[in-house]
C-alpha cells in the first residue's frame, strides 16, 4: 500500500506539470477592485491565479460566491475566492487579507471543499478568516484530493465558530491530505476545532508538514494538529499526523493527535523540532494511538507536562526550546540538546546516561535543589549547567553554574521589588553588580554575612551574599579658580568657567552626569549645556568678595552641594581718543570721539581734555574729563583711557583774536597783484564786501561774495584803494563767526600809461597811473624828468629817443619815440563846381604845401549879383577880403564849398514871399517891404524888424529851430545851425 500510494502521487505530480506546462498566462486579480465585489469564482482547471489586495466587508460587501454547503438562507455558506469542484489549480496569495469578517456569520475566505487539487503559494503577509462552521481555507476532503501550502510568504489563518484555521468544515469527513511544504503558517482553531486539520464533528484526513515555521493552536476542546474534539459518541475515528521537518509548535486540548472525546490518531515524526503543549483542560500532549517516530534527526520538544503524559515509547532526540521536567530518566543512546534549549532535572530526580552513552550539552541543563545526574555515560558540556547543589559528577569543573542568592541587605519600602535574587555562577564567574539599584547608593561589593564579614570576589559552591552598600557623595575642591571677564564682554571659548572643576577627583560617578545650576544669572553669566559659565557681564564687582553660587546635584545622590565661586568682573575700558591735526585757541577744550561702549550704551562725562602747552608737540592730555552716570551708562563699569602721544596746534589767543594773513607782491604800501586773504589756523574765510576809499566820494563797490562758501583763502584783485570786510569761520565742530576789516588795502595792478606827441624835434609826454600807486619816476634817453601835472614837454635831437615810466607799486612802463626835422606836408584843395558863378582857380583838385595861402575869386552872374555868397574851408566860413576875394592858408586837406547864390530881387515876378535858411543864415525874399517876426518854437519872440523889397540875409540868430512869420501871411519853419 505505501508504494502504491507513492506511485499514484508521482503520476498525479506528473499530470500536473503537464497540465500547467502549456504556457497559459496568469489570471490577475486585485480583491480591492470594485469589480470584485461578492468574490470570485475560480472553475478554469489547470490555470494558475495571482490574488492580492483585501477584501473588506465593509467596502466590497459580503461574500457572494455559493459554496454549495447549507440548506435555508441563513446557513448556506459564502466564500470570496470558490474553487470549483473537482479542478486542480495554482493559486498564488500575495499580501491578501479580509477585514471585517463576523465569526458567527457562514462566509470563509477561500472554499476548495469539492476541489482536486489546490497549489496555495504564500507571498508576503496574508491575513485571512472564516465564519460559523467554516475554516478560513477550506481544504478539499475527498478521496485522493489534497491542498499543498509552500512559499516564503506568512500565512494566518482564523477559523470561525466551531471550524479549523485550515481543514475541513463542520461535519465533514476530511479523505484527502493537507501539505505544508515551505512558508510561516499561524493557523487558529474555534470550539472543537483544530488549528490545522478538521473542524468540529469531522473526522480523518491526512496533515503532511515537510517544512516551514508552523504555530497551530486549537480550539478550547480542539487539537493544535489533528482531528476535532465531539461533543457526541459519533465521528471519533482518527486520522494520521506526518511531521518530516520544520519547527512546529501545536498547542490545544491535545498538542497533536485528537482532540477531546477522540481517539488517538497516528502521528509519525522523522524529524524538525515539535513544540507539544496541551492547555489547562486538557489531555495529553500527544494523543496518539500510535507513536513510532524514528530516524537520528527527529526531535521531540514537550512543555509544562511530565514524561509518563505521552502514550508509547520515546525514541529520538528529546530537546526543550523552554523547559522540560523529567521525573526519572535513563538516556540509552546519544543525545544532543541544542543552543537555546533548556533540559530540566527535578527535585529528587534522576538523570541516568546509560555506559558508553554521551549527552552532548549545548544549551542548558537544570539541576533542581535535589536532582541527580546519574549513569556511567559521558556529559559533553559546552553550554550552561546550572546546579542548585553540588551534587554533580567532578568532570564538569569549572562549567558547572551554582546557585547564588544575593541578598539586597537593606529595608525595601513596603511593596518594594524582591530582596533576594538567584543567579547561577561557576567558580570562576564574576560576581554580577547589576542585580539591585538603591537610590543615592553604590554598591562596593558582596560579603558573606549581613552585617559584614568577608568580602566575596568568586564562589566556590551555592551560597548566599550580602551587598554592602556607600552612600553616593558628591565631593568638591576646597579653592574654586577664580572666574574674571570684562563688563560687557562676551567671555570667550577659553575664558569660559568649566563647573566640572568644581568637582574632587573622589567625587560620586561620571562627571559628566552632573547638573549645575545657579539660583540667579548673577552679573549677567548662566551656564550653558556644556555645563560652562559664560555669558557677557552686565556689571563690574567690588575690588574683592563677590561670588557666584553654584548648586551642584546628581540624579544618583541624595545631597546636594552648593560652591562659592569667586568673581571678578573687570571694568571695560573707555577709550577717548583726541581727534587728529587739531588747531586750538586760547579757551577751547580738545575734541574727541570715544570707542569702547557697551551695545546700547552713550557715555557721558564732565570736563574736558586739556593740552599740555609746555610740550614741544602741545599734546593732548586728560585734563579733568570725567564719566558720569548717564541712563543705561554707568560710570564705575568703565576704566577711562586716554589715547596718549595725540598732538595738536595750540594757538595763545583768543579765536576772536585772529586775523586773516595777507598775501602778495607788496612794494611799500602798495600791492603790485592781487592780495590773498588768507584764513588764520583753524579758521576758513569768507569775503563780504569791498568800501573804495581812494575817491572823492565814497561809495560801496559790488564786491560782496554773494553765496561763496567759506575757504581756507580768497584772492581780491580789485585796483584802488580799499576797506575790506571779511568773515572767518571757526573750523568744525566750534563753527562761530567773527567778522573783520582790513583797512586801506592798495592795489595797483597795471603799469602807467604812456603817450608821446612829437611834433619835428619837439614832444609832449604824458604818464598817468589811474588808480594804482602813482607814477614814482620818469627817465627819458636814461635821464630823469619831472612832470607837471602828468606832463613834461620837451625837445630833442633828430632820432630815436627812449623812456621808462616806473610807479610806486614798480610797475614798468618803457618804449621809444622819434624826433625828425619835417618835410612842409602837400594838402589837397578841392574847388567844387558851382552854379551862377565863374570861380578862380576853375573848380578841381590842386596841391600845396603846408603853410601855402592863395586867393579864390567868384564872380557872379548877372541875375544873382545880389547874392551874398558865403565861402567855407572844411565847414569854416572865409571872411572875404575887401575885393571880394577870398584867402584860404593850407594846413590841412581842405574841401571849398559855396552857399547863398540866389536870384536878385528884380527877377521876382509872382509877388511870393520865400524863406529859408542855410547853416546859420536866414534868407527872406520879398517883392515889398514886410516885417518879419522871428519866435521859438514854444512861442517866445527872439526878433521882430522891418525888411525892404529884395533879398534879405539875417546873422547871428542862435543854433536851433524857429518860426519866420511875414507880415504878409506867409510863415515858415526852419532850423539854423553853426
Known sequence: MKNKYLITSILLFLSLVSAWGQGTSIIDIDLSNDSYKGGITIDENNREYYIHGTYDIENQGVPTQETGYGTTAQNKAKAVIMVARGIQVKITLDKVNTKNFPEDAPYCALYADEAQRVELI???????????????????????????????????????????????????????????????????????????????????????????????????????????????????????????????????????GAGEGKVGETVTINGGIISAIKNKDGGEAINASSYPPSGSNSAIIFLNQSIGSIEGNIVGNMVDGNNVNITHYTIDRNYEIPPGYTLTIRNKQTLTIADGVTLTNKGT???????????????????????????IPANLGDDVKYKVDFDVNYTYPISGPPTIKTRYLSIVDPLTTDLFNRKYYTLEGWYNRSEGGQKITHITGPTMLFAYWTKNLIKTNISPATLEGTYATPLEPDELYDLLGLLAPDTYGDKSDYVFNTIDEKYGLSIDDNNKLGGSPDEVTAASGATIRIDISHAKCMDTESVDIPVIIHPRTLTVTPRADQILYKGEAPKYDTSGEAKGEIASFSGQLAVDSHSPTNLII????????????????????????????????????????????????????????????????????????????????????????????????????????????????????????ATDIRLDLNAPTVTVSTNNLGYTF??????????????????????????????????????????????????????????????????????????????????????????????????????????????????????????????????????????????????????????????IDTSAPLDVSITTMAGKLIRHSPLPAGSNHLHGLPAGFYVVKLSDGTTAKVALTR
Open 622 to 741: 586728560p585734563g579733568d574729563l570725567t564719566p558720569i552716570d548717564n541712563g543705561e551708562f554707568i560710570a564705575s563699569n568703565y576704566e577711562l583711557e586716554l589715547k596718549p602721544d595725540i598732538p595738536c596746534t595750540y594757538i595763545d589767543k583768543l579765536p576772536g583774536e585772529a586775523r586773516v594773513e595777507l598775501g602778495g607782491d607788496k612794494k611799500g604800501e602798495w600791492y603790485a597783484g592781487a592780495v590773498i586773504f588768507s584764513a588764520p589756523p583753524g579758521f576758513t574765510i569768507k569775503l563780504k564786501e569791498a568800501e573804495e576809499t581812494g575817491v572823492q566820494t565814497k561809495a560801496i563797490s559790488g564786491l560782496i561774495a554773494s553765496g561763496e562758501d567759506f575757504a581756507a583763502s580768497f584772492t581780491f584783485s580789485q585796483e584802488g584803494t580799499f576797506d575790506v570786510t571779511y568773515l572767518l569761520k571757526r573750523d568744525d565742530p566750534y563753527t562761530q563767526e567773527y567778522e573783520h576789516k
Open 766 to 923: 604824458t604818464a598817468t597811473d589811474g588808480k594804482g600807486s602813482g607814477v614814482a619816476s620818469v627817465l627819458i634817453d636814461g635821464a630823469s624828468v619831472q612832470l607837471t601835472s602828468d606832463r613834461y614837454d620837451g625837445s630833442g635831437s633828430e632820432g630815436l629817443h627812449t623812456y621808462k615810466v616806473t610807479d610806486y607799486a614798480g610797475h614798468e612802463s618803457a618804449g621809444t619815440f622819434s624826433l625828425a626835422t619835417p618835410s612842409p606836408p602837400v594838402y589837397t584843395v578841392v574847388i567844387p563846381e558851382t552854379a551862377n558863378a565863374t570861380l578862380t582857380p576853375s573848380p578841381g583838385t590842386y596841391y600845396y604845401d603846408e603853410g601855402d595861402q592863395f586867393l579864390l575869386y567868384l564872380e557872379l552872374d548877372s541875375a544873382y549879383n545880389q547874392s551874398a555868397p558865403v565861402v567855407k574851408a572844411n565847414g569854416r566860413t572865409i571872411t572875404p577880403n575887401r575885393d571880394g576875394s577870398y584867402t584860404i592858408a593850407v594846413y590841412e586837406d581842405i574841401r571849398i564849398t559855396i552857399e547863398d547864390i540866389i536870384v536878385s530881387t528884380a527877377r521876382i515876378t509872382d509877388n511870393k514871399s520865400r524863406i529859408r535858411s542855410s547853416g546859420g543864415i536866414l534868407y
Open 365 to 391: 541543563i537544570y539541576n533542581g535543589d535535589s536532582g541527580t545526574v546519574g549513569g556511567n555515560g559521558n556529559l559533553v558540556n559546552h553550554g550552561l549547567f546550572k546546579s542548585d547543589n553540588t551534587q
Open 122 to 256: 504564500l507571498v508576503g503577509d496574508n491575513s485571512l478568516a472564516g465564519g460559523h462552521d467554516l475554516p478560513a481555507i477550506c481544504a478539499p476532503t475527498g478521496d485522493g484530493t489534497e491542498l499543498i501550502i509552500k512559499g516564503k510568504g506568512k500565512l494566518t489563518a482564523k477559523g470561525g465558530i466551531e471550524a479549523a484555521g485550515i481543514g475541513s468544515r463542520y461535519s465533514k469527513d476530511a479523505k484527502g491530505t493537507i501539505t505544508i511544504d515551505d512558508g510561516t503558517i499561524i493557523a487558529y482553531g474555534n470550539g472543537y476545532g483544530a488549528g490545522i486539520g478538521t473542524s468540529s464533528n469531522s473526522n480523518g484526513g491526512t496533515v503532511r508538514i515537510n517544512n516551514g515555521n508552523i504555530t497551530a493552536t486549537g480550539g478550547k476542546s480542539g487539537p493544535g494538529i489533528g482531528v476535532s474534539g465531539t461533543g457526541s459518541t459519533y465521528h471519533k475515528v482518527s486520522g494520521t499526523i506526518e511531521i518530516n521537518g520544520g519547527i512546529v509548535n501545536a498547542t490545544g486540548y491535545s498538542g497533536m
